[in-house]
Structures are given as C-alpha cells and as structure tokens.
C-alpha cells in the first residue's frame, strides 16, 4: 500500500491502525514513526503514536474532532472509528515540511482513514474607525535646505570663545 500526500497539504490528518507491541511503545516514537511509515525527515512533532484506550471516554473520533481540529462533519464513519482497538499511528501532513512524499507504510500499519483539519476562513471586514478610512499616502520627509546655525549654537560658541581667552590671560598673565 502507498500513501501519497501532495506538497503544501498541511491540512491532512491520516490515521492508521499499528500493530504494535507494548515494548514498541515504549520505544522512541520519533524513531519509531520513521520506521513505520519510510521517510526520515519527518517532524516528530506532528505524528502521534498511542493506544487507543488512552482514550477513553474520548474515542477516536472525539479526539479527531476535539484534538485534531477536525471538522465533525468530516468523521463520516465515527462508530466504526470508535470501535477500533489497539495502537495507532496519526500522521499529520504538517510533519513532511510542505514536501510531496509518497510513502510505503511498514506492514504493521493499515490505513483507516484521511481527514482535515478545520482551517477557518480568512476574512477581511472593514476598520472600524472613520480615522482607518481613506489614502494611504507614504511619509516623506519635507525638502530640507541648508539652514543658518540656530542662534543657540552661536551663543554657545561665543561663551566657549570667551571661557578659553579667560583661561589663556589667567594662564599667561
């Protein structure tokens, strides 16, 4: 069997059944995914290898919807997902990097079903201040033409003219 996940699905939520001992696991699930599904440059992050009875009150489509951000309208088969037993491996798209891969899962995986997460739509209103409305125009700064010292700086410069020849006459005097 092969699972191909085209580039940019960043939406995917596959989910496989994994017959897995318990010493599997307890195994390194980063490691453990590679293994399993034949692609070493997943992200750990977005795979998620567990028991199903770690569930339990939950269910599997529960925690597709509630933890996964599937829409319910997409877990068309709830019951049969709720009724699964045993180890399972989901494969979120976002762990391939926005690569298109074409995996071959080991054959301890069987592959139950592909979802999406919700993604809300974008959408754009209107500010809602008068203040927001109206030309964007960019700040340029006025023309600057070469100005006079200020008259600060001329008087600055005339005390330390004045302190120096005070000095100089003390100095030599």
């Known amino acids: ?29 980063g490691r453990l995914a590679t293994e399993l599904l034949g692609d070493p440059d997943l992200d750990p992050a977005f795979v998620e290898i567990f028991d199903l009875a770690d569930l339990a ?11 996964l951000g ?5 877990v068309q088969d709830p019951a049969r997902l709720d009724a699964l037993q045993g180890p399972v491996l989901i494969l979120l798209s976002k762990a ?3 690569r298109a891969v ?3 899962p080991d054959s ?21 201040t008068v203040t927001a409305q109206g030309h964007v125009t960019p700040d340029l700064p006025p023309d600057r033409t ?12 005339l005390a330390l003219f004045l302190v120096a020849g005070v000095a100089l006459w003390l100095a030599l005097g």
Do not use: C, N, W
């Open 146 to 157: 070469p100005q006079r010292p200020a008259s600060a700086f001329i008087l600055l410069g």
């Open 108 to 128: 301890r995986l069987t592959l139950v079903g592909t979802y999406a997460e919700e993604r809300p739509p974008v959408h754009f209103e209107p500010l809602p």
């Open 70 to 74: 599937v829409p319910s309208a997409a």
């Open 1 to 29: 069997m092969k699972l191909t996940i085209p580039a940019h699905d960043r939406d995917g939520v596959h989910v496989f059944t994994a017959k897995l001992t318990a010493e599997d696991l307890q195994r390194d699930k």
């Open 57 to 67: 009150d939950v269910g599997l489509s529960g925690y597709l919807v509630e933890g």
């Open 102 to 104: 074409t995996l071959t």
């Open 96 to 98: 391939l990097h926005g």
